[in-house]
């Protein structure tokens, strides 16, 4: 968003410098991305004078140039060789010097004025036309200046073109009090009352708006009201349509605006001003002299502005005349409805319309306007009658215009503040800071809210409608923040956490954690029954036929037990997806698992029946997708580790440092399972092909299996531990060990963290190598250690003696040798 600080000025009295008032915005919210020392025409018309023509006789050797000569003020008269139709002896007229730099409308380069020969004839200058200078976009012929004008006059001060500064402000959605220069000036004028800064805000005085006669009055209805909350206007006859004056055409310039008639300037310019959209349309075309607020029915043709036919939707909110719509309300105009050079009556309207209705319009027809940007993201309802009689005191100023009509004002229900309650204490909190109350209150006061009520540490406030943004306690203290200054709020010495550590995790969390991580890894959750067929058990010894549940009225064969495992329903949805050419497949599932042990029913007391929660994960098929930059590639047995190793790391755990031991069972074809403090937590590993075939699985199936209860139980040990990074490098070293071919990682792991505790940050397996180069019995490890000392850089001689204090125990503890 674009400010103009000298137009920002004049609605805040300050003596602060532009880089003071960047810096204050930014630090309120208001970012000032940008800060640019800027003219309201570029070159600031530098070089350009008034000059008079003296004479002016045809070229001797060109019929559509003529010689003239100029008085610039110096008595000197100046050649001039001049194209332009319209030059004529005794005009006042804008010369371009010698070197002076000129900037065309619309070019993006200037060009600089030489002496030159011209047809053979010398040429001292340029007489100019507007679009030549920058200041409008005509080029019929040159300007012809008020015969008052005295030559010599600096075409700077003639057009009142001043230096300024644009602030290029980025917005934040939320801000929308904030979109204007009045919005932006208000929220300066908070920070400068809150720290006692001397300022004055200032609005124009529009006090002398006098309501007219109903003679011209055009009637308003509005059928939707819900739509258009509010909805004024007002009709202003007699109305010239001509240029704006100098001072309101350099306000719009100054933005980046090209000015279009005084009429249709003085809505854009109290747009920026105030941030009330207007709108004014041709009084004369309105049929029936009644406007109507309403829907039009779907697919109701309607021609914008820029000439593009339409089509309406029933949910697009219309300002219609009796016959036809006449413009998409709070985003375009229709082509038809708009003022033009022969307008001599205008209908202004100012009005509040639903930002929802408005945003899907917009939408809906791919607009954005300057307009739309405002209404979607809500205005104040309060500030439409300001910017009504403002407009039409303008316009009886500035178009010799006379102001016909009452003013009409629909508004059946209106928009009330934002109440709530705040507590000084908690604000004290969510700010870092014990600020003094009298303070709170000051900085509340100033941001234009009132405090109704006072009860003790409570405070009822009143927001008004336009702090859209601010609508309960928390919002309210952002804004108190900002204003306060978050460069005021010191860092902390010690950071005091609010993590709690319950006895009993809560298992949902914990499931719900597990269930993220594996859902970001691309895995898709299943839910089966817990109910399944005893013929999978028949002959198996993992899980005996003899140990299952059975159902006492099965509602059939395949419903006739409950589940020991999960694997089999893990394989009927494997089953179900394959038949359906689905064979990359990565599951998991929660789910409870039943069986029933006939020793403890012997041994009485105890009760027969076991219920345990468990995870199951299953890969199949490949890894990812071919794509045209990657190949396919298989998934393996590691994929899966991979995954269990992740799921344990979150809560702390390494499972690199549990105790895996090979597992046999007629399950799988090859399967490991991981203890930790002597529990079984996790078996994985490769499906057999026996279990395969009885669901016609013909790809490798990777199955993993987890106490879930267990796992559960683990967490209860897991403590966030925050600290410092530490700023010293780490140190990495890899070690080769011949072993004994049984010797696991594990246990070489368990070692080198017993005897170093301190600078031993980390150890992992990079390499097993078995093979005929070896001694019988024997295996490689190929390791690598991480060293770091969070105090101190680590130095050769300490990382020298930790490695041949882990080659000592490794050789003492494990019979490992050190291979070169």
Same mark, same amino acid.
């Given at each position: 968003m674009k400010i103009s600080l000298n137009w920002l000025k004049s609605y805040i009295e300050t003596s602060l410098p532009a880089e003071e008032i960047a810096k204050i915005l930014t630090d309120i919210g208001? #970012?000032?991305?940008?800060? /640019?020392?800027?003219?309201?025409?570029?070159?600031? %018309?530098?070089?350009?004078?008034?000059? /008079?023509?003296?004479?002016?006789?045809?070229?001797?050797?060109?019929?559509?140039l003529h010689v003239t000569t100029v008085d610039l003020g110096d008595g000197a008269p100046t050649q001039i060789v001049c194209g332009a139709p319209n030059v004529a002896a005794g005009q006042k007229v804008v010369v371009a010097t010698i070197n002076t730099m000129l900037y065309?409308?619309?070019?993006?380069? +200037?060009?600089?004025?030489?002496?030159?020969?011209?047809?053979?004839?010398?040429?001292?200058?340029?007489?100019?036309? #507007?679009?030549? *200078? +920058?200041?409008?976009?005509?080029?019929?012929?040159? @300007?012809?200046?008020?015969?008052?004008?005295?030559?010599?006059?600096?075409?700077?001060?003639?057009?009142?073109?001043?230096?300024?500064? %644009?602030?290029? @402000?980025?917005?934040?959605?939320?801000?929308?009090?904030a979109m204007s220069h009045y919005g932006v000036a208000r929220d300066l004028a908070v920070y400068l009352q809150a720290n006692g800064i001397p300022h004055r805000l200032v609005l124009p005085d529009v006090s002398a708006f006098r309501e007219?006669?109903?003679?011209?009055?055009?009637?308003? !209805?509005?059928?939707?009201?819900?739509?258009?909350?509010?909805?004024m206007g007002i009709t202003v006859t007699g109305v010239k349509v001509a240029e704006s004056p100098e001072w309101l055409q350099n306000r719009l310039r100054s933005i980046g605006l090209n000015p279009h008639n005084n009429i249709v300037d003085i809505t854009n310019f109290i747009l920026h001003e105030v941030g009330q959209p207007l709108h004014a349309f041709d009084a004369g075309k309105i049929k029936g002299g009644k406007v109507i607020v309403r829907t039009c029915p779907e697919g109701t043709p309607f021609v914008t502005l820029d000439g593009v036919e339409r089509k309406l939707s029933d949910k697009d909110l219309m300002i219609c005349d009796t016959e036809k719509p006449m413009c998409i309300a709070g985003v375009f105009g229709g082509l038809d409805s708009g003022v033009t050079e022969t307008t001599t009556d205008v209908f202004i309207e100012s009005a509040y319309f639903n930002p929802v209705w408005i945003r899907k319009s917009a939408k809906r027809h791919g607009l954005s306007t300057d307009a739309s940007f405002r209404f979607e993201r809500g205005i104040d309802p309060e500030i439409a009658p300001y910017a009504l009689k403002r407009a039409a005191l303008l316009m009886v100023e500035l178009a010799g215009g006379k102001v016909s009509s009452p003013v009409t004002d629909l508004y059946p229900v209106p928009v009330r503040p934002f109440r709530f309650d705040i507590s000084l204490s908690r604000v004290k909190r969510l700010m870092g800071k014990d600020v003094p109350d009298e303070t709170i209150r000051r900085i509340i006061l100033a941001l234009d809210i009132k405090i109704e009520k006072e009860d003790g540490d409570t405070l009822g406030v009143a927001v008004p409608p336009y702090r859209v943004d601010v609508q309960r306690?928390?919002? %309210?203290?952002?804004?108190?923040?900002?204003?306060?200054?978050?460069?005021? *709020?010191? @860092?902390?010495?010690?950071?005091?956490?609010?993590?709690?550590?319950?006895?009993?995790?809560?298992?949902?969390?914990?499931?719900?954690?597990?269930?993220?991580?594996?859902?970001?890894?691309?895995?898709n959750e299943i839910m089966s029954n817990s109910l399944t067929k005893a013929a999978y058990y028949e002959g198996l010894e993992a899980y005996k036929a003899e140990n299952s549940v059975?159902?006492?009225?099965?509602?059939? &064969?395949?419903? &006739?037990?409950?589940?020991?495992?999960?694997?089999?329903?893990?394989?009927?949805?494997?089953?179900?997806?394959?038949? =359906?050419? &689905?064979?990359?497949?990565?599951?998991? !599932?929660?789910?409870?698992?039943?069986?029933?042990? =006939?020793?403890?029913?012997? /041994?009485?007391?105890?009760?027969?029946?076991?219920?345990?929660?468990?995870?199951? *994960?299953?890969?199949?098929?490949?890894?990812?997708?071919?794509?045209?930059?990657?190949?396919s590639q298989p998934t393996s047995f590691y994929t899966l580790k991979t995954v269990a190793e992740k799921i344990f790391a979150r809560i702390g755990i390494d499972l690199n440092g549990a105790m895996m031991e090979t597992l046999s069972s007629d399950l799988y074809r090859e399967a490991v399972t991981y203890k930790?403090? +002597?529990? =079984?937590?996790? #078996?994985?590993? @490769?499906?057999?092909?026996?279990?395969?075939?009885?669901?016609?699985?013909?790809?490798?199936?990777?199955?993993? #299996?987890?106490?879930?209860?267990?796992?559960?139980? %683990?967490? =209860?040990?897991?403590?966030?531990?925050?600290? /410092?990074?530490?700023?010293?490098?780490?140190?990495?070293?890899?070690?080769?060990?011949?072993?004994?071919?049984?010797?696991?990682?594990?246990?070489?792991?368990? *070692?080198?963290?017993?005897?170093?505790?301190?600078l031993l940050k980390n150890v992992t397996l990079f390499d097993v190598y078995e093979g005929d180069k070896l001694p019988a019995g024997k295996k490689s490890y190929a390791l690598n250690f991480v060293l770091e000392d969070t105090t101190k850089t680590l130095v050769d001689q300490v990382i020298d003696k930790t490695m041949a204090n882990l080659v000592r125990e490794f050789e003492r503890r494990a019979g490992a040798q050190v291979r070169s």
């Open positions: 208001l #970012e000032v991305e940008g800060l /640019e020392q800027i003219e309201t025409v570029r070159g600031g %018309l530098s070089g350009l004078v008034v000059g /008079e023509v003296l004479t002016c006789e045809k070229h001797p050797d060109a019929d559509k065309p409308t619309g070019e993006a380069e +200037g060009f600089k004025i030489k002496k030159s020969k011209i047809r053979g004839v010398e040429s001292l200058g340029m007489l100019c036309a #507007e679009d030549e *200078i +920058g200041i409008g976009t005509s080029h019929d012929g040159i @300007i012809v200046l008020p015969n008052d004008v005295p030559a010599g006059t600096p075409a700077r001060d003639y057009y009142q073109i001043e230096d300024d500064y %644009l602030l290029e @402000i980025g917005l934040t959605p939320n801000r929308a009090d007219g006669i109903s003679d011209k009055e055009v009637a308003v !209805e509005v059928l939707n009201t819900e739509a258009a909350p509010r909805y306690e928390a919002d %309210l203290v952002e804004d108190i923040l900002r204003i306060y200054g978050y460069n005021n *709020i010191e @860092i902390p010495q010690q950071v005091h956490s609010t993590l709690s550590y319950a006895p009993n995790p809560d298992r949902d969390k914990v499931t719900n954690v597990v269930a993220d991580l594996l859902t970001a890894n691309g895995f059975a159902i006492l009225n099965p509602l059939s &064969n395949d419903l &006739n037990v409950m589940r020991q495992t999960l694997l089999f329903n893990a394989l009927e949805a494997v089953e179900l997806n394959t038949n =359906r050419k &689905n064979g990359d497949l990565k599951l998991y !599932e929660f789910g409870n698992c039943y069986s029933y042990d =006939r020793d403890k029913a012997s /041994e009485g007391g105890l009760a027969p029946y076991s219920e345990q929660n468990r995870l199951s *994960i299953l890969i199949t098929g490949a890894d990812h997708v071919p794509s045209w930059n990657v190949s930790i403090n +002597g529990k =079984r937590m996790v #078996e994985m590993g @490769i499906v057999s092909k026996k279990i395969r075939s009885m669901f016609d699985i013909k790809a490798e199936v990777y199955y993993l #299996e987890m106490n879930f209860d267990a796992f559960l139980k %683990l967490t =209860r040990n897991h403590k966030v531990t925050v600290q /410092e990074l530490s700023k010293f490098p780490e140190v990495r070293r890899d070690l080769a060990l011949l072993v004994d071919s049984q010797t696991t990682f594990s246990q070489l792991r368990e *070692i080198a963290f017993a005897t170093e505790k301190k």
